[in-house]
């Protein structure tokens, strides 16, 4: 087995996995796990930057997450998993990074810059939000990752991840941080049902524990064509979250070729199309749904497969620690 490490930060728990995961990295992390090392992180620490007044909330979904993963098929024995509050490494490695990052080049990372906008913070923007992305950094190198499956709105933390590793090589004459390549899936960016990123926070979102009842009323919620008012009318396919759902999940290319066609000349219906949608989302979501309801009878299970992987995270980041501390001349004994 090759030796690259993957890891994945983000997904920070403060609420279920939704499609936009699926689609944007744990689909490749599927994947990644068959051939190489690979971590996946629990953001727990990551999640307080915007939930610090809601601990408990954090504290349920660690589970949550923890049984996301595990119903979309993760196998424990192959991917390691471990909690970052855990790992107080992370949090060292931060404060040492801290200072090869500047405030003005925090506050033009574009993701960080989008998601202050969206969360309103304006003059009462926590210090911790704003250098989530060092820690993130942190997050990567603590277990030397060189691989890290995401969505693009992830690639800013990525770049500034590998401008703190060239600059720490670089001040401190070593080589022990290993710069991280980003693996962008084929679904970049997944729209939720209003047409804007599927984002847990914007309400938007189809989660992979959803019941039939919720995919219904959320596909028959879904954005269309404002134009196309009546059955009879042209109607397009451009930006309609339909179609973008049934190009993702729609393995029939053939017939959703023909009905964007027909859709376009007109007669053909929003609720025929939406319809089609839930019978197909609910075949995806429902052997994860039921994998889910499984698990979720034998908690304790799920927090030994965190608890175990976190353990064996704690010597891998030990060891990158000591390296780093070398590098820093910061080992007195
Ligand atoms: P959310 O954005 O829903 O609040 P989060 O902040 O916990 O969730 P992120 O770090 O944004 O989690 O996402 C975890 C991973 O999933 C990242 O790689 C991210 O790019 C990817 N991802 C999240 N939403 C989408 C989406 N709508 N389309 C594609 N990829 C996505
Ligand atoms: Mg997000």
């Not at 996995?17 to 744990?26: C, K, W």
């Not at 979904?61 to 790992?87: C, H, R, W």
């Amino acid at each position: 087995m090759e030796q690259k490490q993957i890891v994945l930060t983000g997904d920070r728990p403060t609420g279920p996995l939704h499609l936009g995961h699926y689609v944007g990295s744990l689909a490749n992390r599927l994947e990644l796990e068959k051939k190489y090392k690979q971590y996946v992180m629990i953001a727990d620490v990551q999640a307080l930057t915007d939930n610090f007044e809601h601990p408990e909330k954090i504290r349920r979904n660690v589970l949550e997450v923890g049984l996301d993963y595990l119903a979309v098929g993760l196998d424990p024995d192959k991917t390691t998993f471990f909690i970052q509050s855990m790992i107080p490494q992370i949090a060292e490695l931060t404060m040492f990074y801290l200072n090869l990052v500047t405030v003005s080049r925090l506050e033009r990372n574009p993701t960080v810059k989008t998601e202050i906008k969206d969360r309103n913070f304006e003059r009462s923007l926590p210090a911790g939000f704003l250098m989530y992305p060092v820690s993130q950094a942190a997050d990567i190198t603590i277990v030397k990752g060189t691989l890290v499956p995401v969505g693009e709105d992830q690639l800013p933390m990525i770049e500034q991840t590998n401008e703190i590793v060239r600059s720490f090589n670089r001040i401190y004459k070593t080589d022990v941080l290993h710069e991280a390549k980003a693996l962008i899936s084929n679904v970049p960016r997944l729209p939720g049902t209003d047409g804007t990123k599927m984002s847990k926070s914007a309400g938007n979102a189809i989660s992979l524990g959803d019941s039939l009842d919720d995919i219904s009323k959320k596909v028959m919620s879904m954005y269309t064509d404002p134009d196309h008012v009546r059955v009879e009318d042209p109607g397009k396919v451009e930006g309609n979250v339909v179609f973008t759902y049934l190009d993702v999940f729609d393995s029939n290319k053939q017939e959703v070729a023909q009905l964007k066609a027909e859709y376009q000349k007109g007669g053909l219906g929003d609720v025929k199309l939406k319809r089609r949608l839930i019978d197909i989302l609910d075949a995806f979501i429902a052997p994860i749904r039921e994998r889910r309801e499984q698990l979720a009878k034998d908690p304790n299970y799920v927090m030994n497969v965190l608890l175990d992987g976190t353990k064996k995270t704690l010597h891998v980041a030990e060891q990158t620690m000591y390296d780093v501390r070398r590098a820093m001349l910061l080992d007195y004994k």
